[in-house]
């Protein structure tokens, strides 16, 4: 009786996991939606810009991503360990410092990619749609 219980509470523990994950995904998927929704309204994106312009963004943000993901990862393992070093503390610190400079770069080595699609005004427009978007997402959380 005790082995199906715990057969079950395993089970249970393992489908709430999964379907909080799944939320947190579903979440990130609606959000990086409406933000390139917003891109092509506020671009004002013709259909053939919206076919070479969104793959290579959707690229640069999974790059900016990895980044912070990968840094973020670095910090949780030094949060994790009883006594950390003074070379653990220094690399994850050095990761999460870097990541502007690393995002950055990434930006630039897009922005050249993107100035063969989009006109100067886009390109402009592109930086102020996505400062308008986070801060839209602020607002929204800071409502709730």
Do not use: C, W
């Given at each position: 009786?005790k ?14 996991t ?6 947190r995904?579903?979440f990130?998927a609606?959000m990086?939606q ?55 503390y220094?690399?994850a ?5 870097n ?21 100067k ?21 800071k409502?709730?």
């Amino acid at each position: 009786m005790k082995r199906i219980f715990t057969v079950i509470m395993l089970v249970l523990a393992i489908t709430a996991t999964a379907l909080a994950q799944n939320g947190r995904t579903k979440f990130a998927a609606d959000m990086y939606q409406a933000k390139h929704e917003m891109i092509i309204r506020e671009l004002s994106l013709t259909p053939s810009q919206q076919k070479q312009f969104m793959p290579l963004y959707e690229q640069m943000e999974r790059e900016i991503y990895e980044v912070n993901r990968n840094a973020r990862a670095l910090a949780a393992e030094v949060e994790k360990k009883k006594n950390p070093s003074d070379r653990d503390y220094e690399a994850a610190a050095s990761a999460l410092s870097n990541t502007r400079m690393r995002e950055g770069e990434i930006e630039s080595k897009y922005f050249d990619k993107f100035s063969k699609i989009l006109s100067k005004k886009q390109l402009f427009q592109l930086k102020q749609a996505e400062a308008k978007f986070t801060r839209q997402m602020l607002a929204k959380k800071k409502g709730k």
